[in-house]
């Protein structure tokens, strides 16, 4: 069964870095494209990040390009996302899923709050 866990998620002031991860189970993660979205009260989420099978091509939302990175290693079925000089804005829910349309399987999510 597939399984997703994100964790590294937390309080940090405005400015402030987190690092996030997502735990992959229960399929060959070397093959599947993986991307990140968030999602806060009232919204739907919202696609932040993609990076390829093989972590040679990746995607950003414009509102996080040049702040976040996202990276993978496939050794460890592990998903990252850097996230660097973090904004109120930010404050969201952060989950992973693999980049397939009709893929509806997600993880418990990790909360990141950016408030001072």
């Known amino acids: 069964q597939v399984q997703l866990v994100e964790s590294g998620g937390g309080l940090v002031q405005p400015g402030g870095s987190l690092r996030l991860s997502c735990a992959a189970s229960?399929?060959?993660?070397?093959?599947?494209?993986m991307s990140w979205y968030r999602q806060t009260p009232g919204k739907e989420r919202e696609l932040v990040a993609g990076?390829?099978?093989?972590?040679?091509?990746?995607n950003y939302a414009d509102s996080v390009k040049g702040r976040f990175t996202i990276s993978r290693d496939n050794a460890k079925n592990t998903v990252y996302l850097q996230m660097n000089s973090l904004k109120p804005e930010d404050t969201a829910v952060y989950y992973c899923?693999?980049?397939?349309?009709?893929?509806?399987?997600w993880g418990q999510g990790t909360q990141v709050t950016v408030s001072s």
């Open positions: 899923k693999r980049r397939v349309v009709a893929d509806l399987t």
């Open positions: 229960g399929f060959t993660f070397s093959v599947y494209g």
């Open positions: 990076i390829s099978s093989a972590g040679r091509i990746t």
